[in-house]
């Protein structure tokens, strides 16, 4: 691929629309409020603390991430989205409980005036969840083009220039990739007939792209993950990333599995459990969306370890996962693992690690990050995949018959080389032969 030729500047306001409007997208909409009004700082987004090295150590150069590449200005976010309850993005925040009561008093009437939208919801698909503001229509197609219409009616009433849809939904059933997702015609008619393989969240994945909007999917749902979505990204010129936000548990696993195989250290089994209390937890409840959640988080060490080369060290490992929903701990989840690696001569040793974590502070400025690289993609002429935004994601999406990396060292090389592909500087690889020749 050439890089672009032109990146169109971030001119007007940039829209941001979730479906779901529960702790993470109003912990995300009131953080980035919050710091607009001076009272916080972004931590954990690498677009507004982040920096990037430019050519060789001597030089000296590492800009800021958003002094680099043009990205969309703070001030310029406008916020909506869709969600089943009629709480507007104050009462939700406050009932979520991540952000403390005198942190949504400073930004209360900005979050008050942000409303949902009725969503597009089946309650097949969500068995734990329910709720009042959800719309009617004769078919899946229909509830799509009111999606559209919903996109359509934020786009002017909002005047925004631009557009970038975020899911931040709850986890969905497990849905198997089927005829029906193989092109958009059969989408199409599969959304006309009801068909059970098309989820709720492919709705708004499709009513976003055919709008020409970019589609980020936070969960592990199927969503964009299928041939007839990615076509229409590749047909509408439009971005798209997935899938299910990296976290707590999954983003250790990241960062110390890629240490473990640097230094060839063995590893017989990797036990993995947590307690939640959020909206999430309740939802992984249903086997069937604790099916799609377990699907995602167990892929991470088989793809980082690679056993098919290296069998004596990670061929007979043991990896399970368990989720609990526990209400008192709320959305501070806690995470528990316990790994048993083997090193010189095969002598045994454990390690034990126990994540006190706060989810959606977590999750909220993968968010922001998401919607602005989206966006500046987008300006940029790329489209379709975007696997240099792996690094947020526990189940990248990659080229079909391509797997994915999910070590997070390579990830964020993966992402700043591709900053700096696209601005036309030289890509790191960090050999630095030079400095001795």
Known sequence: MEKPAKIAPPKGKLGILTPGMGAVSTTFMAGVELVRKGHSQPVGSVTQLGTIRLGKRTEGRSPLVK??????????????????FKD??????????????????????????????????????????????????????????????????????????????????????????EDVHSTPEKFVEAMKSNHPAIAPSMLYAWASITSGVPFANGAP???????????????????????????????????????????????DGWFSTN????????????????????????????????????????????????????????????????????????????????????DSILAAPIVLDLVLFLD???????????EWLSFYFKSPMTAPGLYPEHDLFIQSMKLKNTLRWMMGEDLITHLGQEYYD
């Open 221 to 267: 749902n199927l969503t964009v993950d299928i041939p007839a979505i990615q076509q229409l990204a590749l047909e509408h010129n439009v971005p798209i990333c997935g899938k299910d936000f990296k976290t707590g548990q999954t983003l250790m696993k990241t960062i110390l599995a890629p240490g473990f195989k640097a230094r060839m250290l063995g590893l």
């Open 275 to 358: 307690i939640l209390g959020n909206r999430d937890g309740e939802v992984l409840e249903d086997p069937g969306s604790f099916k799609t959640k377990e699907e995602s988080k167990l892929s991470v060490l088989e793809y980082i370890l690679q056993p098919q080369l290296y069998p004596m060290l990670y061929g007979k490992m043991h990896h399970k996962v368990r989720i609990n929903y526990y209400p008192p701990r709320g959305d501070n989840k806690e995470g528990w693992d316990n790994i048993d690696i083997f090193g010189w001569l095969g002598y045994p040793m454990q390690i034990k690690v126990d994540f006190l974590c706060r």
């Open 88 to 177: 507007d993005a104050y009462e939700s925040a406050a009932n979520a409980g991540v952000l403390n009561l005198q942190d949504l008093a400073k930004v209360k009437t900005f979050l008050s005036n942000i409303k949902p939208m009725k969503a597009a919801f089946d309650h097949e698909y969500v068995k734990k969840l329910d709720g009042p503001n959800i719309k009617k229509a004769k078919n899946k197609y229909e509830l799509a083009l009111k999606l559209k219409e919903d996109i359509e009616e934020f786009r002017k009433t909002k005047r925004v220039s631009r557009l970038v849809t975020c899911w931040c939904g709850s986890t969905e059933v497990f849905v198997k990739p």
């Open 376 to 386: 500046l993609a987008h300006r940029a002429g790329m489209k379709g995949i975007q």
């Open 67 to 84: 002094e680099f590449v043009r990205l969309a200005e703070l001030n310029d976010l406008v916020f909506g989205g869709w969600d089943i």
